[in-house]
């Protein structure tokens, strides 16, 4: 595997590493969407995450990473039966983060028949697709605007169910596959279906820095890596520890961050004045505060963890108007500087 750019060593993009360490912090917000011009780091620092995150407890030879603490309802049918038998085996493994390239066959992705097995053996054996694999980890699709529409459907219903169901070929298949979806792309090349867009939870917009002292930086620090990268990670070792125990704490720490009467009043308040559709911005504003407070070790949710999150959290879920030429970034912070008064 090649090395990956350090995370800490990324700069001019705080928002989106932002919204990555709240993603990592609380899976439940429902993934990260990044979209912005070319060359801006989106890949870099999503794949940059997967030497961030920690280890994780799996079911030892099980092919879906399922967790041996997790019910009876978590786990995979292979799992379930060695259950029956005794205790489950377990291990530790990374956190997965896979790609999922535009061109994938519906096969690649959801599973399909082993047709080694089927033809040397003749045994009807399913052989796990990339859903499978990122179980319990993260689904990153880069250029996610130009995805096919039948892949979209088929990851729109494994979204929204946490399970993977597959029945073709006299197989019938069921496994968890719960995962963050992580998306990547460029606005200019084609807008992204709105069924899938509201399935992010956070979705942040990239920009070129335009200060020359930013933009040396980014490339004095891309042309020292390229040149040597295992000394340029080394350097960032520590950095980047540092990073990955502040994921840590704040995992252990978020059951007990609070979100006061308040904090939950102001985040209605702030769906109600920007007109958004349903509950899910309001629900994952609150996730995404409370997520945000445990990475910054505070045990309760306030206004400041609220505006800090709420354009990430809001700018992709308000309704176009016809009267308001303003992009949704303006909009989000224009109300929250009328209703916080800043």
Not at 203 to 232: C, G, H, N, Y
Not at 258 to 279: I, N, Q, Y
């Amino acid at each position: 595997m090649p090395l990956a750019f350090p995370f800490s060593a990324i700069v001019a993009q705080d928002e989106m590493k932002l919204a990555i360490l709240i993603a990592a912090t609380d899976q439940s917000i429902g993934g990260v969407l990044a979209f912005g011009d070319r060359g801006t780091g989106k890949s870099t620092a999503i794949r940059a995450l997967a030497a961030l995150l920690p280890a994780m407890r799996v079911v030892d030879r099980c092919q879906y990473n399922c967790d041996p603490e997790a019910p009876d309802s978590g786990l995979c049918e292979q799992c379930l039966e060695r259950k029956a038998t005794g205790k489950l085996k377990a291990r530790k493994a990374q956190v997965p983060v896979v790609d999922l390239p535009l061109g994938a066959t519906e096969d690649r992705v959801i599973g399909a028949l082993d047709l080694e097995k089927a033809l040397t053996r003749g045994e009807k054996a399913f052989e796990p697709g990339l859903l499978a694999r990122a179980h319990r980890g993260f689904l990153y699709i880069d250029e996610v605007n130009l995805l096919e529409d039948h892949l979209v459907d088929a990851l729109l219903d494994v979204a929204a169910s946490g399970e993977n169901v597959v029945e073709r070929e006299g197989l019938s298949v069921r496994h968890p596959a719960k995962f963050v979806l992580v998306g990547s792309g460029n606005p200019e090349e084609g807008e992204l279906r709105p069924q899938l867009l509201d399935r992010f939870g956070l979705s942040v917009e990239i920009s070129t820095p335009q200060d020359l002292k930013s933009r040396m930086k980014v490339v004095r620090l891309r042309d020292e890596f390229e040149r040597d990268p295992p000394a340029f990670v080394e350097k960032y070792k520590r950095k980047d520890g540092k990073v990955r125990r502040q994921i840590l704490n704040a995992k252990e720490r978020l059951p007990d961050v609070e979100v006061p009467d308040a904090a939950l009043e102001r985040a209605s308040e702030l769906c109600m004045k920007l007109g958004t559709d349903g509950l899910r911005g309001e629900l994952t504003l609150i996730r995404a505060a409370r997520a945000f407070a445990a990475l910054e070790g505070d045990d309760s949710v306030t206004d400041e963890h609220l505006k800090r999150v709420a354009p990430p959290a809001l700018r992709h879920r308000l309704r176009r108007n016809v009267l308001d030429d303003a992009g949704s970034t303006t909009r989000v912070e224009r109300a929250i500087e009328e209703l916080f008064g800043e």
